[in-house]
């Protein structure tokens, strides 16, 4: 059963914005989970983007997009984002929401997580 549906991905050129929002599905209160966004590109590894914790709310973001990405929660929408700016063509992936119930002080270990979303396409280029 699918509880978390990312949109917002799509084509743009570098310099460009996009914004990616993870629903979740009723029933699935994200304000209870430790949320993440994730990347993967072809040939290469999940990587972790930025994470939001429960306990504090802090936030967490990879160095290779610190500045340019803010991940984000909406309580009321039940729904997570991440606003992405300045975007480079190495940030073109299929992009992943994940949520963890074990609280930490933030993971960006894909093992951890217990619910993904089935991704979105990122494209930057010319």
């Known amino acids: 059963q699918v509880q978390l549906v990312e949109s917002g991905g799509g084509s743009v050129q570098p310099g460009g914005s996009l914004r990616l929002s993870c629903a979740a599905m009723r029933g699935f209160a994200l304000d209870f989970y430790e949320v993440a966004w994730f990347r993967q590109a072809p040939g290469k590894e999940r990587e972790g983007v930025s994470c939001l914790t429960t306990r504090t709310g802090e936030t967490h973001y990879a160095d290779s997009v610190k500045g340019r990405f803010t991940i984000s929660r909406n309580g009321v929408r039940n729904t997570l984002y991440l606003q992405m700016n300045n975007l480079k063509p190495e940030d073109s992936a299929i992009y992943y929401c994940?949520?963890?119930?074990?609280?930490?002080?933030?993971?960006?270990?894909?093992?951890?997580?217990?619910?993904w979303g089935q991704g979105t396409q990122v494209t930057v280029s010319l």
């Open positions: 994940a949520a963890k119930l074990l609280a930490t002080d933030g993971s960006l270990i894909p093992e951890e997580y217990d619910y």
